[in-house]
């Protein structure tokens, strides 16, 4: 069984930093996209960044210069450091993982597997 489990949120001023984390479980395959994604009030599920097993990554534009994604050498936790905190950035922010297919790449519908999501609320 899949199990993603969020952490790390909470609340900041604008120009703060935070390290959300994300312990995934019971995932086996070795082709595999990971990724952070955010909701707003509001709002549709956005991506924010997503990293490929091949140790690629990619951001959205709104992020890009202040969000880095990693994961550990165990590749059990992914990470999501945020720095330059805008009020925008407010949302609940949640992990996700799926399968990574040959000649693929890591696009909304490749996730299937989500946590429970992580509240981050930055202030002016």
């Known amino acids: 069984q899949v199990q993603l489990s969020e952490s790390g949120g909470g609340s900041v001023q604008a120009g703060g930093s935070l390290r959300l984390s994300c312990v995934v479980s019971?995932?086996?395959?070795?082709?595999?996209?990971l990724g952070w994604f955010h909701q707003a009030p509001g709002k549709g599920r956005e991506g924010v960044a997503r990293?490929?097993?091949?140790?690629?990554?990619s951001y959205a534009d709104s992020v890009k210069g202040r969000f880095t994604i990693s994961q550990d050498n165990a590749g059990n936790t992914l990470y999501l450091q945020m720095s330059s905190l805008k009020p925008e950035d407010t949302a609940m922010y949640y992990c996700?993982?799926?399968?990574?297919?040959?000649?693929?790449?890591?696009?909304?519908?490749?996730?299937?597997?989500w946590g429970q999501g992580t509240q981050v609320t930055v202030s002016s």
């Open positions: 019971g995932y086996a395959d070795n082709n595999y996209c």
């Open positions: 990293l490929a097993s091949d140790g690629s990554t």
């Open positions: 996700a993982a799926g399968a990574l297919w040959m000649g693929g790449s890591c696009a909304d519908d490749v996730y299937k597997y």
